[in-house]
């Protein structure tokens, strides 16, 4: 099993453009989340997904949009990047909304310029 | 949401027991409390967790007392691939169902 993996590593972006983050789960687990983590931080939770065909926003949320494509994928949209968006972004899993174990992706590491 | 503070760094020599502290004033009845550990350039990876007094697994240990505000991780006779960052999020078992991190401790484990 791969777990959770995320696509790309690194990215790049200029003010302004768009970009959509992939994120894919092979553990048949029913809910997922993005978060997000800046240098000397801890993460936080931009949306997340309880279960296939719905998602709610976490602690910062503003700027991105996210699709829960099928059970397996979750993707994360930037719809105009800004220079605070540069951050490494983690994609998670996790049986069900009541499971406190979460297991994570690889990360996302984004440079907006 | 419950708040975390735990030390920014901590040093130990390998061999030794190493204790993490974190402090958890504001947890609440439904609130569960867990331990991940981040390595460099990887996502957090779950260790341990807990409700209330001790539990043991075959890398740790977490201990928390009665009133729940605080919890230590224990990691027994840690190696230099022990150097990671710890957090200890919340679970919040009501309503949000959402994982709080803090910023972590840092622990550096010297040969």
């Known amino acids: 099993n791969a777990g959770v993996t995320q696509t790309p590593k690194f990215q790049v972006l200029k003010t302004g453009q768009s970009m959509t983050l992939q994120c894919a789960q092979d553990m048949n687990h029913n809910s997922m989340y993005w978060y997000r983590q800046d240098p000397g931080m801890g993460l936080r939770l931009i949306y997340y997904s309880a279960s296939e065909g719905t998602t709610d926003k976490g602690e910062v949320p503003n700027g991105y949009n996210v699709s829960r494509l099928n059970k397996r994928e979750f993707s994360l949209r930037l719809e105009s990047a800004a220079p605070s968006q540069t951050s490494v972004y983690f994609c998670?899993?996790?049986?069900?909304?009541?499971?406190?174990?979460?297991?994570f992706g690889p990360g996302t590491r984004l440079t907006v310029t | 949401l419950a708040k975390t503070t735990q030390p920014i760094s901590m040093d130990s020599y390998e061999g030794q027991e190493v204790n993490i502290t974190c402090s958890h004033n504001?947890?609440?009845?439904?609130?569960?409390i867990t331990w991940y550990q981040q390595f460099p350039s990887q996502g957090p990876r779950f260790i341990i967790q807990g409700y209330k007094t001790k539990v043991t697994n075959e890398v740790a240990s977490l201990f928390i007392p009665a009133d729940r505000k605080s919890s230590t991780l224990s990691l027994p006779r840690v190696s230099l691939s022990d150097t990671a960052v710890y957090y200890c999020?919340?679970?919040?078992?009501?309503?949000?169902?959402?994982?709080?991190f803090g910023k972590g401790t840092k622990l550096s484990v010297i040969p």
């Open positions: 999020p919340i679970y919040s078992g009501a309503g949000s169902y959402q994982l709080t």
């Open positions: 504001n947890i609440a009845t439904n609130d569960y």
């Open positions: 998670a899993s996790s049986k069900d909304r009541g499971a406190y174990e979460q297991y």
